[in-house]
């Protein structure tokens, strides 16, 4: 699992040793500019979409998020889904 910039997509070695190992979906988001700044490689695993898509996704990757959820995630990511 790699910590990955917003702007590239590319490991954050400062990072990268961090959260290795865990099999869990993990990400961080920036409120502000509604996207995601760093996913975990599980996230890609579990959901079959690479990091590059789901950092330069609108809305925090709203439409990776499966649509029972979707809502309740955006919104507590800061926002409603769509918006």
Not at 34 to 56: E, I, M, Q
Not at 58 to 73: L, S, T
């Amino acid at each position: 699992m790699r910590w990955r910039t917003s702007s590239t997509g590319e490991p954050d070695a400062d990072r990268a040793g961090i959260l290795a190992g865990l099999d869990a979906m993990i990400w961080h988001a920036d409120a502000d500019e509604r996207r995601l700044t760093y996913v975990s490689d599980a996230c890609r695993a579990l959901s079959g979409r690479d990091a590059r898509a789901w950092l330069s996704a609108p809305d925090f990757g709203a439409d990776y998020i499966d649509v029972a959820d979707r809502e309740r995630v955006v919104e507590a990511l800061g926002g409603a889904a769509g918006a």
